[in-house]
């Protein structure tokens, strides 16, 4: 398993990504909407990995509560594994508990699946599988 991104839950894209762009020294990708999330995210390469920026696209958006209960700030880290649904699957045998027992289309034409913030000490852990 390798460390994927760090996701960072924002208000605007267009108030963050220039001020992540001259910080990091990169360049963001095009805002991509991801509608099973309802969230516009951004992606800045960080050597091998990135660091993803997350816009609520609506008021029943994860992000949108996320933000209305902590402010922006860091709101998941994600590992590339070679299967979600596997992953998700031991963690349940584990008996550690899981947003998603499937994986679910994400960001960049990946398979996400999510564990819950109560299995990892109050971190969000997100799976992430593809190229």
């Known amino acids: 398993m390798e460390f994927d991104h760090l996701g ?31 969230v516009r995210v951004a992606f800045l390469e960080a050597g091998s990995s990135h660091v993803e920026l997350l816009e609520p696209t609506g008021p029943d958006s994860a992000i949108h509560r996320f933000l209305e209960a902590r402010g922006e700030g ?18 349940q045998e584990r008996g550690l508990r899981v947003v998603d027992r499937t994986a679910r289309p994400g960001a960049r034409g990946r398979r996400v699946g999510f564990a819950h913030p109560s299995a990892h000490h109050g971190v969000l852990v997100e799976f992430v599988e593809g190229p």
Do not use: K, Y
């Open 8 to 38: 960072i839950a924002v208000r605007s894209l267009s108030e963050s990504v220039p001020v992540f762009e001259r910080t990091m020294g990169a360049r963001a990708s095009p805002p991509e909407e991801v509608q099973s999330q309802r």
């Open 74 to 91: 860091i709101h998941h880290i994600a590992f590339h594994v070679v299967s979600v649904n596997a992953s998700l699957a031991e963690l």
